[in-house]
């Protein structure tokens, strides 16, 4: 049984995969960081109730907002 995701979760889930997609862009020495900061990310607001539409929209542009910053070639390490 396949299982159906809301319009967010989707969003969500979009953005995750694209922050990890984002990586092979990085110096592989940096990776582990990279990846480690997503999780952490991620996981902050993985208890955020669902029907917290406000947080989840604001969390998404946010989000988009560090993945477009973080994606540029110049920044090579996070933390």
Do not use: A
């Amino acid at each position: 049984m396949v299982k159906k995701f809301s319009g967010l979760q989707r969003e969500v889930l979009d953005l995750y995969r694209n922050c990890l997609r984002s990586l092979h862009q990085k110096p592989k020495e940096n990776r582990r960081n990279w990846v480690n900061y997503i999780h952490e990310e991620f996981g902050k607001y993985r208890n955020v109730p669902r029907r917290d539409f406000g947080t989840i929209e604001h969390l998404i542009r946010v989000g988009h907002r560090r993945y477009e910053m973080y994606s540029d070639p110049s920044i090579k390490n996070v933390k």
